[in-house]
């Protein structure tokens, strides 16, 4: 448990890095779609990727949420006019019962008295009012409870669907450069937030407005002079709320960010707990974590200060209030311009006024927090991918020639590195063609291009002729397998697993378990517990690396695709594992053109052609024969290097950097 003396420490130390940070500008534009401000701080670690096409919002641009809210402000309205209801209540309720409490004197204001059978009889009377006044408590309770929670429920679905619709069609860039925390947070706390301000809290604001509203009214027809000097003070507690509400929205936008960040470090950390563990780098996850927590406490101390005062202030002022009604309603009464029903009954009623106003005044935080959140998922919904997610031309059928042209990348979460240069390259149908180079020399990024995941700065990719950045992307995704280095399963069955790549509406259990057969993996899901209904965890921890490499495999053979990516996808395998993996790519690789990023130098040495890259450059290409021939050539060096004729499982990657 730490002590109080080092959270001082921390706090110390964090509000220091913060003014650092503040003291640090910006450097010059890059030209690329993404910029990067460099901060100068001591250890240079952190650098903040702004995305430029992220839009200036305008207030038109609040419209679209209305429109996403659409037909629910129907729902909206009814629940609105019972909350006003339920603000009009103890209102009614005060008024009767000022009335009622001059009924308990047989004296009259004219001076003439009743008998105690017509006291009986008004006093009656005014409890059928309270009768009535309970029945439409009722009512307009449920309308404001029953509308407006439906409404909040639909709209908060509304919302999330059209923040995740749009989610989903960001381009990779969007993703390199975004924290999935920040993301995860977005569609849970701040479409919360957003839906709650559209429906209970704004009814929470009219219950307060109409109480407020209707209670001035009758105040005033019912002792004006003793109403206004309460109303005196009201003033006030509107410049407080209005005042330190903006201080409260600034604190929230802070608090919102250090959040947003804390929960990213801890996604990251839960997702390589393993790695994390192995490495015994709990205790810095810990630090990393807790530094993000200071900052967020910094601001809620901030908020706390802010919002201690605001309720103060209100607080105060309306007890000065009761007092100074006191004094000035008990001088009316003494002096006999008013009986001591009309004064309680005035009382109450700008009193309730009174308390409905400040009340409201609850409501702007949760509207500054709530305007927060619907600009970052504004800022979502309005914002245009640099890659369109579908439309565009689809061929006919596909041959299988790809063609790099003059192609340059840059990443946008490293705009100043650029990862390929010049690059082209001619691939035939049906050619395997596998890409060899040190890590960060280019390989995945020509996988990532051809899938077209990114578009080059500059040159162009063609698949049989045509501009990929013509065609549908969604059509071309469909027509292209993957098998990366990490297999990506989901946490469902091993069926839809399998079936995930061409749906399970458009393929049958008997072609899932061919392509499983196919794969190599169909002996190993029939010994689990429920077949191909045994449900994997999360990223299909609970099989081995093997085994869901292999389930990987199937799903592309059931998609049978024209063109096949290999992003190393037996690099991480023991061997009796890699020998069945790379029996099942065999098979797979027949009669297709594949791009293969080469771990080993046996499957480089039998591939049609055989591409070395070195910082982003095409350094050689040609068969193996062709490069062996060429005198201090780098792949011939690499093969004599690694011994390929004896050793042709070396790794091909590793050798390369140590070379270089």
Excluded at 644 to 657: G, I, K, P, Q, Y
């Amino acid at each position: 448990m730490s002590t109080n003396n080092e959270l001082v420490v921390d706090v110390q130390q964090i509000k220091d890095d913060m003014k650092q940070q503040q003291q640090q500008q910006p450097e010059r534009k890059s030209r690329n779609p993404f910029k990067k401000n460099k901060k100068k701080a001591e250890n240079k670690e952190t650098e903040d990727i702004v995305d430029t096409r992220e839009p200036n919002l305008k207030f038109k641009d609040s419209f679209t949420i209305y429109k996403i809210i659409g037909w629910n402000w129907i729902l909206i309205f009814l629940g609105s006019i019972g909350a006003m209801g339920t603000g009009v209540i103890p209102i009614s309720f005060q008024f009767v019962m000022g009335d009622l409490i001059n009924v308990f004197s047989p004296t009259r204001a004219d001076g003439s008295t009743v008998t105690a059978a017509e006291q009986k009889a008004e006093i009656g009377t005014y409890a059928s009012y309270f009768a009535i006044i309970a029945a439409a408590a009722c009512i307009a309770n449920f309308m404001s409870q029953f509308f407006l929670n439906w409404a909040s429920e639909r709209i908060g679905v509304a919302i999330r669907s059209a923040y995740f619709d749009s989610l989903t069609v960001q381009e990779m860039g969007f993703f390199d450069i975004k924290k999935v925390g920040a993301l995860t947070i977005t569609l849970s706390e701040d479409i919360t937030r957003i839906q709650e301000v559209y429906s209970v809290k704004l009814a929470t604001l009219l219950q307060n407005l109409a109480q407020f509203v209707v209670g001035v009214i009758l105040a005033l027809t019912s002792g004006w002079q003793m109403a206004l000097v309460m109303m005196s003070t009201t003033p006030l507690m509107i410049l407080g709320v209005v005042l330190l509400g903006g201080v409260i929205r600034k604190l929230t936008l802070s608090i919102n960010k250090a959040n947003d960040h804390s929960a990213s470090i801890a996604t990251e950390v839960m997702g390589a707990m393993r790695t994390v563990r192995s490495m015994a780098g709990e205790e810095k996850e810990r630090v990393r974590y807790k530094k993000d927590l200071t900052k967020m406490y910094l601001a809620g101390i901030g908020k706390a200060v802010a919002q201690g005062s605001t309720f103060g202030v209100l607080v105060g002022i309306l007890w000065g209030t009761t007092a100074l009604a006191f004094w000035y309603g008990g001088g009316l009464v003494v002096d006999g311009t008013m009986n001591i029903g009309s004064m309680l009954k005035v009382f109450g009623l700008t009193l309730f006024a009174i308390i409905g106003i400040s009340q409201a005044g609850s409501f702007f935080p949760d509207y500054g927090k709530a305007m927060v959140s619907q600009k970052t998922v504004l800022k979502l919904l309005k914002r245009q991918p640099a890659i369109i997610f579908k439309g565009g031309k689809t061929l006919d059928t596909i041959i299988g020639n790809v063609t790099f042209e003059n192609v340059d990348f840059v990443y946008p979460s490293r705009p100043n590195a650029t990862v390929l240069k010049n690059f082209s390259l001619d691939i035939k149908a049906g050619q395997a063609v596998a890409l060899v180079g040190p890590s960060g020399s280019g390989k995945s990024t020509i996988v990532g291009l051809l899938e077209r995941f990114y578009d080059p700065a500059q040159g162009k990719v063609y698949l049989d002729g045509v501009d990929i950045a013509e065609i549908d992307p969604m059509w071309l995704h469909k027509n292209i397998g993957i098998v990366t280095q990490e297999p990506v399963l989901f946490a469902t069955s091993i069926y839809k697993n399998i079936a995930y790549a061409i749906g399970e509406e458009n393929t049958t259990m008997e072609k899932v378990i061919e392509a499983a057969k196919s794969a190599n993996c169909h002996n190993f899901i029939m010994d689990l517990p429920d077949g191909y209904n045994t449900l994997l965890g999360e990223r299909g921890v609970s099989l081995s690396g093997g085994q869901k490499q292999r389930v990987c495999i199937a799903r592309a053979l059931l998609q049978n695709p024209k063109l096949l990516l290999l992003d190393e996808a037996t690099s991480a395998l023991d061997t009796e594992s890699e020998s069945l993996v790379q029996a099942a790519l065999d098979l797979l690789m027949k009669g297709r053109t594949t791009i293969c990023i080469a771990h080993r130098l046996s499957t480089v040495k039998n591939s049609d052609k055989i591409c070395v890259l070195a910082k982003g450059i095409l350094k050689e290409t040609g068969t193996h024969a062709e490069l062996m021939a060429i005198e201090n050539g780098i792949y011939k060096n690499l093969a004599e290097r690694q011994m390929l004729f004896s050793n042709e499982n070396a790794d091909v990657e590793a050798t390369m950097e140590v070379l270089q």
